[in-house]
């Protein structure tokens, strides 16, 4: 078996191969059917890159990320607030404590000044979510065991995040989703290893340019 390497987009096998494949093709019967000599169809190839891409965008933290009971730290610090308790509806409140919260969190340097906003940005909670995580949030401020951004808000509770792999510069382990961790590694490794094999499969057979003659099959 020769592997031809010239044209590797076109096909991978020399013209004696491609020969004797078409001329296998013409000769060999298939349940009363013929393979014939297609590409693959391209919406096929493009659903593939789209299932690729859309599991990879999804799955990203920045997308997926469930959000951290530090967003809304100062929401609860202010919530009893005489200002925030003077306005009218649940509404304005929180619209009034997620303002404060942002200018907060805005104001912070470093790695929280730049991914916190956009995050409260894109975790907005109601008045009555607040109520319901202020409690917990307090109780995990006031044990001091763990940093605020190592609790993510799930459902009306705040939890103790199970994430690996990022380590703090003591060498603890970090409980905060990674932007790019081992996972995410495994799974370009066997993607790209699923594109490179289809590749090989599918340029060791002739191009589809190379027809054989189904009139010569009996």
């Not at 509806?89 to 404060?100: G, W």
């Amino acid at each position: 078996m020769g592997w031809n390497f010239d044209k590797p987009l076109y096909s991978m096998t020399n013209e004696d191969e491609r020969n004797e494949m078409i001329r296998l093709w013409e000769k060999e019967k298939h349940g009363g059917l013929w393979s014939g000599n297609n590409r693959v169809p391209y919406p096929l190839t493009w659903l593939i890159a789209l299932i690729i891409v859309t599991a990879f965008l999804v799955t990203m933290p920045i997308w997926g990320q469930r959000p951290m009971a530090l967003l809304y730290v100062p929401m609860v610090e202010h919530m009893n607030d005489a200002e925030i308790q003077a306005l009218a509806t649940p509404e304005e409140k929180i619209a009034r404590l997620t303002d404060i919260a942002m200018a907060d969190h805005q104001k912070a340097t470093g790695l929280r000044g730049a991914t916190l906003p956009g995050l409260l940005e894109r975790h907005p909670i109601t008045y009555d979510d607040l109520l319901n995580i202020a409690p917990g949030i307090r109780e995990a401020q006031t044990s001091g065991k763990y940093p605020m951004d190592y609790y993510t808000v799930l459902g009306d509770r705040i939890i103790l995040a199970n994430f690996e792999g990022s380590r703090r510069e003591d060498g603890t382990p970090a409980r905060v989703q990674p932007w790019w961790d081992k996972g995410y590694t495994i799974d370009v490794f066997y993607v790209t290893y699923f594109i490179i094999a289809m590749l090989l499969v599918c340029k060791r057979l002739p191009h589809f340019t190379h027809k054989p003659d189904m009139s010569k099959a009996g």
